[in-house]
């Protein structure tokens, strides 16, 4: 779980919480319409699944429930990886193309991986894999990124149906004035809640949802980028040492890889790599 986004939630309820007594409010019950919580959230989800399709629409509602995971550093996931692709140049070197299919045979679960894999085994060209690789990437963003614009549409929609409601309530006003003093309470309370529930929904929940699994699949975006050069390398044999050098331009300085510190290679590998050299 992320300590910073479940603080950022605690400190936006308890400032809203806080901002109400601070006015004397201390009855929170008035703040709570059932039917403007049904007018506004009915609505938008109704939308939802009425402008977008199915799966992408539970995708959307899946990011918000797992707005408080923590996500895994994509900087140390770019390490990791970039040292497996050092380690498979080293075997591509010592054992060519049936060294590393051996090395690499269900091992690896990634899709994207073992669709970039595939290529190189079927020997393409270097220039084939990384325009392959590249078309892959950008269709998975692509596929990836449609519960973000699920989300910055139920953004959209939230405060319209918020308004939705207090025009229900203006109604209930209206046709109550000089009967039935009960329902001008009630229909006034659903005008102001629903348009304050439309806006607390959309600035609260979906645009930071949004935000936050646009940025997570930016940053899936920038790796799987990576990982297409670095197949691409693989294609054309390219040396460790070479492979090395062009992965780290995609790091910080500070976090460069050292070959010989970072990569930890078999035994066996090296005595080929030496046998070859010789």
């Keep these: ?18 901002g109400l007594s601070a ?7 008035y703040f709570l319409s059932l039917e403007g919580i049904i007018i506004v ?25 797992n707005m408080l995971e923590k996500v895994e550093s994509t900087r140390s996931v770019l390490r990791r990886n970039i040292s497996q692709l050092i380690r498979w140049s080293y075997i591509l070197q010592a054992e060519d193309f049936i060294g590393l299919e051996k090395a690499t045979i269900d091992k690896i679960n990634d899709p994207l991986m073992r669709y970039g ?47 939705v409601g207090t025009l229900i309530g203006m109604m209930i006003i209206l046709n109550s004035v000089g009967t ?8 006034l309370s659903v005008a102001m809640l629903a348009t304050l529930y439309g ?19 930016e940053d899936l975006f920038f790796h799987n980028c990576m990982m297409s050069e670095g197949f691409a390398l ?16 995609f790091l910080e300085p500070s976090r460069h890889i050292n ?20």
């Design 23 to 29: 006015f004397g409010l201390v009855n929170h019950n």
């Design 199 to 217: 806006l607390l929904m959309a600035r609260l929940i979906c645009l930071p949802a949004a935000d936050k699994l646009l940025k997570k699949e």
């Design 234 to 249: 693989l294609a054309e044999k390219q040396k460790p040492f070479y492979m090395q050098d062009k992965l780290n331009s």
């Design 259 to 278: 070959f010989d510190d970072r990569v930890h290679l078999s035994s066996r590998y090296q005595s080929k790599m030496a046998e070859n050299v010789a």
């Design 1 to 18: 779980m992320s300590k910073y986004t479940l603080a950022a939630v605690i400190l936006s309820i308890g400032g809203i919480f806080a």
């Design 117 to 163: 894999m595939d290529l190189v085994l079927t020997a393409y060209p270097a220039d084939k894999v990384r325009e392959m690789m590249h078309n892959a990437v950008d269709a998975e963003f692509e596929r990836r990124c449609a519960p973000v614009t699920v989300l910055r549409n139920m953004a959209a929609t939230a405060p319209a149906f918020g308004m």
């Design 41 to 65: 959230l009915g609505g938008t989800v109704v939308n939802a699944f009425m402008s977008s399709h199915k799966e992408d629409v539970l995708k959307a509602f899946s990011s918000i429930r």
């Design 180 to 187: 039935d003093l009960a329902s001008i309470g009630g229909g």
